[in-house]
């Protein structure tokens, strides 16, 4: 009986948990920032702010909590792809380009909120989130580009470059909505929108890096 209520309060806890990240994610996504209020945090969420020291320590921890579940994903969604060995290099390279899309879509805060922690942490903090997170993605574009150099469809470009390029073409357009607002009369970041947006930074980053054919 004991165990059975072990269990269950288990259950509790980590559901309470997810549930305070979820909504520190929806209050930064909404926003459209990389800092949150916990009182914001207890009203929207229905959980006493009191939970975020029990769980996470103070609002850094819960902020770091935050980083780690969105760029875990991230990590093993890279993993995944560069596991696909039947996969040619360019589907893979356009697959995680939109990939890339939806997960700044998802969370626009992502970018920002990786640079305000490693920033602010102490030096063993950041040196765990660069090797954690920015060092395998690192290795992951020196695979994804090696790959397609040595099949004779890339270009041979820089990966740490790319890796910018990359990056930056999701993270700027996803946190520009002041931009959006006043040149273009909307501050909305619909399905639409970004559905547009994949196509068009796939297709112009691809046509940057497929080899052409010599004259």
Known sequence: MNDTTGSTDNVEQQGARELLLDTASAIMREGDQVDISLSELSLRSGLNSALVKYYFGNKAGLLKALLDRDMTTIVRSVDALLAKDAMPPEA??????????????????????????????????????????????????????????KAGVFRPIDPQLFYFT??????????????????????????????????????????????????
């Open 166 to 215: 990359v990056t930056g073409a999701a993270d700027r357009f996803f946190s520009a909505r002041l931009v959006l607002k006043h040149c273009y009369g909307t501050d909305t970041l619909t399905q639409e929108l970004r559905d547009r947006y994949r196509e068009h930074t796939v297709d112009f980053i691809m046509a940057g890096i497929l080899a052409h054919p010599s004259a």
């Open 92 to 149: 893979k390279l356009r697959r995680h380009i939109g990939a890339c899309i939806d997960t700044y879509y998802a969370y626009p805060y992502l970018n920002r909120l990786l640079m305000r922690l490693v920033r602010d942490s102490d030096e063993a903090e950041a040196k765990r989130i660069a090797d954690k997170y920015l060092t395998p993605l690192g290795q992951a574009y020196d695979r994804f580009i090696g790959s397609g150099v």
